[in-house]
């Protein structure tokens, strides 16, 4: 029987994969193997695949031929570097690190400088001539084996770090001695063995790499990584890989460095080498924050130094760019960035380490931008050659759009400034000050606005990162775990601002000389890094520049039409500005609740007598018809699709004693008799009570009113010379003879109104499809229909059963334990829902070839929703008007998607 191989090798003259085996490799063992591949210096090691891991989440052990392919890839990278784990003369160390198919930074485990021992580090020491370089690597071990595979809380070993500083009287970490550190090591062993009950620190190399193996692997499932999972809705991977290298060191002398560097800005998209170093230092030191960084390049060294007021002679002494500090390897890194992206054809994110001078790649994978960054970087890789017209439409994420119409501050409005940090996404935020994750996370929920200011964010942040407005910190770079995370997520986030002094024990901040507690307002601009005092006036941007022009590109390859819902001429007239083509929903409801029309709603309501009843619907009609005026003039030329009444009655009706009061002394009709009639409203499950055509049919005269305010502003703007498209659509029904009453009235009054005012205007009649029944029978109300609506927030309701105003209760513990892949209120139900919108649109078209069929619920605009609008052949989706963009993009990626 064939030994099913678990195991991949990467070396310079052999490598087992590529980067198009991400699935079974991870991004990151796939990329190690491609960038060996082409010839960059990575140093060499093994993957095993993700496969195992999934074996492992499953049985909880490892397939039985695993260990045996570990010990002969071992075996092999010990022959091929000439050293030995564990040895101690010339001891190899390697790194075990996580690395699933989508990356996921920061959520799962990382473990560096594996293979120390009292006697390796010795070895360590003399083939280096550097005592404090192995006690170093060897307290790094200790501290991140213990935290990482054993569970120990970080902390643990963070405090004695900074009891040895201030007994050594030393500000920071490498200013400990070897003697120091040494001292550490004993420290750290103590800690572990109290906090495990273990009798000592493993000192067998392989009992190391084992338990490291084991951490890693069962960090997919770690709390942290299985809620970034969730937030950004990652489904479908078998699990992480597992990928073991040979360790290279920054953290040898001032010779030495690590640090992560974008081939482009993720922030801005502008073509420059982006990315922060240290010196003597190790990779995890970078992204913790825990050290700020500095520049790579000489001009954004100067950029970061203006931001700290710092001057230039100062800045050169402390804070050089590696560019000046280390020109020979920042020359190499040049050169590997040119070459990653014509390999790649993408950004990359990539870490790199120099030890003694030589420069080494450890990870590549394509970088995570903002939606501002994607958009340009799209455009520019288009305009340079790189990629062609579809590549940069499907380079762009949908659901980054939302980022480009994120408010930003407006520039007329008169701010103080408090402090300034680094701009590490983009975008301004307001809200309360909170300190605590969990904190922000209930209070977000409770509906509060909160901005979250930490030190620097760690990967148990992400639950409150994702509930805030925003992200502040005192501490970190561009490359943060702050900044990354925000970055992706598409939230404001300001980093190390050196302005801000954090208490979290009183739950109080400085900002310079002013003081502020938890709950004060306010604002960052995670566009520039300043952090502004109190709650500052917002503003939307337009769309213009590359935004336009990806827009442009995706109206060129998608065949869905975009409208939008709207029920006001400023709506209308903002979604005609992102490019919707017309009005898929204008609830007339929302135009009743006025302060100057629901007395004559209420009175039509509350009146027994048919003439009182027509006599508050007359007082109604010329307000609805300047409602239609309004927008039918923003939408000139485009079809407008309008909704008659779909709320019960007794929504219109007060509640309480003193609202029945007030409402009795306005229209004079007594209050017992208000209450009387509220009360023989009122319905058990007015969901599915007396509500969209059923009032039609029951009180037949608001439909003609509401169809004659229609008609008449159509036709009142057609004598004026503006072209108009009406389109009267019938809500909720369940068969094809409530269509035909209701279809009948709006005929009847559409052909008196044409009539009298002596103008032709082309109007059509459909339906909303929102109930399970009506897709049934779609080809009987197809014969009368000339356009269906499916109305998905109601037809997700009485499909699966379930209320969305209560969903909320349980739907995230749904999608938790998969019983759902996710919230059917956000993303379309393709396998329940998205089947009856199948059957209706097939049985529809049966009996009416040409059908114009939409879709106008909130689904509208969710990308993965789009694309099945798209495939399932519906011609256009409907959406509120900031996700119009995003609709026009998804209808693109269908398109495209569909032809591969």
Known sequence: MTEQKHIYFFSKGETDGSTKMKKLLGGKGANLAEMTSIGLPVPPGFTITAEVCNYYSEKGNYPEDMKKQIEESLSKLEGLMGKKLGDDKDPLLVSVRSGAAQSMPGMMDTILNLGLNPASVQGLIKISSNKRFGWDSYRRFIQMFGNVVMGIDGEKFEEKIEEMKKEKS?????????????????????????????????????????????????SWNNPRAKKYRKINNITGLLGTAVNVQTMVFGNTGENSATGVAFTRNPSTGDNKYYGEYLTNAQGEDVVAGIRT?????????????????????ERCEKFPSLEERMPEPFARLVEVREKLEQH???????????????????QTRTGKRTGTAAVKIAVDMLEEGLIDEKTAVMRVEPKKLDELLHPQIDPAALVEIIGKGLPASPGAAVGKIVFDSDDAEEKAANGEKVLLIRNETSPEDIGGMHASEGILTAKGGMTSHAAVVARGMGSPCVAGCGDITINIKSETCRFKDKDYKEGDWITINGTNGEVIDGKVELKTPKLTGNFAKVMKLSDKFRKLGVRTNADTPEE???????????????????????????????????SDKGEAKDEALEKLLPMQREDF????????????????????????LPNGEKAIKELSEKIGISAETIKEKAESLSEINPMLGHRGCRLGITFPTISRMQSRAIMEAACKLAGEGVEVHPEIMVPLIATEHEFKNQEEVIREVAKKVIKESGQKVDYKVGTMIEIPRACFVADKVAKNAEFFSFGTN??????????????????????????????????????????????????????AKDLKIGICGEHGGEPESVKFCHRTGLNYVSCSPYRVPIARLSAAHGALESKK
């Open 572 to 606: 209308a007239k903002k979604a005609r500005e992102f490019g919707a083509q017309g009005i898929g929903l204008c609830r007339t409801e929302h135009m009743f609740f006025g302060e100057d029309r629901i007395p004559a709603m209420q009175k039509m309501i509350l």
């Open 293 to 313: 960084p500095c520049q790579l390049t000489v001009e954004d060294s100067k950029i970061w130094a203006e931001t700290k007021k710092v001057l230039e002679k």
């Open 170 to 218: 030393v500000d920071k970490d490498t200013d400990l001695t070897a003697e120091d550190l040494k001292e550490l090591v004993g420290i750290f062993k103590e800690v572990y063995k109290s906090e495990t009950g273990e009798d000592s620190f493993p000192d067998d190399p392989k009992e190391q790499l084992y338990k490291s193996i084991d951490a890693v692997f069962g």
């Open 794 to 847: 109601d037809l997700t309701q009485m499909t699966l059963g379930v209320s969305r105003d209560d969903a909320g209760k349980f739907m995230p513990e749904y999608v938790e334990k998969k019983i759902l892949p996710q919230d059917p209120f956000v993303a379309l139900d393709q396998e329940g829902v998205g089947q009856l919108v199948k059957m209706a649109v097939k049985r529809g078209r049966s009996t």
């Open 629 to 652: 005026i309004g927008i039918f003039q923003a939408m000139e030329g485009l079809p407008v699709t309008i909704r008659l009444l779909d709320p019960p009655l007794h929504e219109f």
């Open 344 to 362: 790649y054809q993408d950004v990359q994110d990539l870490e790199f380490t120099i030890e003694e001078g030589k420069l080494y790649i450890l």
